[in-house]
């Protein structure tokens, strides 16, 4: 069934394809692709320290561009699974999608970039040091299996709407339940920036995301705030989430940013709190750094890092790192 309605959907929206064709001349052209996250780092907590070298994440990908209208990207994401297990590296399918745009309406079908934070992301900049507030403690995954449009009215207002799967890209299950979000972003003013996004998935209880943004950017200077709520966590009645995460970025130069960021995570009646004093638990993140560019494509960046449990008498956690991403 949930296959069903994904096909349909995709199928509706691909049908305005062969309507928006031009005669102009167009060459198709594609282009490989590739990130890499990688840091050395040093952890405090409780008067002991641990400090290694850490690859985080290797992202290889492919783009090719039909026509005007019509693209394909497919990217594999190969990192640490911290599962447990004996594997060291994974690798999984981060996107593999074919991509309708034209005159303001955009669909994406496979395995596609979600809704629910991929404009914080881009607004906290800075993936490479630590992931969104939504990502980081799993209120939502990036990527999922299913088909999204959008369609931007005019430069003031757009809206849009998800499918999926429901359980990400690292884990494609198949089940009757799928995920269904709307979003709607709005520019007020020139360089002013809100989003409310809401999304449902159906078990044995109804889980929920809520997730409202505000963001100001310019040049040198960019600040964003987001709230976030998760209704009936992992299916369970009850066991609610909440959160804000504040960031601001600022650049003096072409090659030098400083940034900082606080997350709060909080739960219903403290249901979260009890536990080994990580961010899967209740607390709260400090990130203060400065990101260096010698070159295009290159970023190193010191970081400091608090965390701060809920729970009493867990040790506050201190991290200095030097995080370093290199795209091509």
Not at 116 to 133: C, D, I, T
Not at 302 to 319: I, N
Request: with cysteine.
């Amino acid at each position: 069934m949930k296959s069903k309605v994904l096909l349909t959907f995709a199928m509706l929206c691909m049908g305005l394809i062969g309507m928006s064709q031009t005669s102009e001349e167009f060459k198709p052209e594609g282009k490989m692709y590739g990130a890499v996250f990688t840091n050395f780092y040093t952890t405090i907590s409780d008067g002991e320290s641990a400090s290694g070298f850490n690859l985080t994440r290797l992202e290889l990908g492919y783009k090719y561009q039909f026509s005007t209208t019509l693209s394909a990207k497919a990217c594999f994401d190969i990192e640490n699974p911290k599962d447990g297990g004996s594997l060291d590296f994974t690798a999984f399918a981060r996107n593999a999608y074919l991509e309708y745009s034209d005159k303001g309406f955009t669909v994406d079908f496979g395995v596609i970039t979600a809704n629910a934070f991929n404009l914080q992301e881009n607004y906290w900049g800075y993936r490479y040091v630590s992931k969104s507030f939504q990502d980081l403690y799993k209120y939502s995954s990036s990527r999922d299996l299913g088909v999204k449009a959008a369609y931007k009215f005019n430069k003031a207002i757009s809206a849009d709407v998800f499918i999926a799967n429901g359980e990400g890209y690292k884990s494609m299950q198949k089940d009757s339940a799928l995920r269904v979000g709307f979003g709607a972003t709005v520019h007020p003013v020139e360089k002013m920036t809100l989003r409310a996004y809401y999304d449902f998935i159906s078990k044995d209880e109804t889980m929920s995301t809520l997730a409202l943004f505000a963001g100001y950017a310019t040049e040198q200077f960019s600040i964003g705030f987001e709230y976030n709520q998760r209704n009936n966590t992992s299916f369970v009645a009850g066991e609610d989430q909440s959160g804000i995460s504040t960031y601001f970025k600022y650049k003096p130069s072409k090659k030098v940013s400083v940034f900082g960021r606080y997350d709060q995570r909080m739960s219903k009646d403290d249901w979260n709190t009890a536990g080994d004093g990580g961010v899967k638990y209740d607390g709260s993140l400090f990130i203060a750094g400065m990101e260096y560019n010698p070159v295009k494509g290159v970023r190193l960046a010191p970081t400091l890092t608090g965390w701060s449990p809920a729970e009493d008498g867990q040790p506050f956690t201190t991290g200095l790192l030097l995080n370093c991403e290199i795209k091509f």
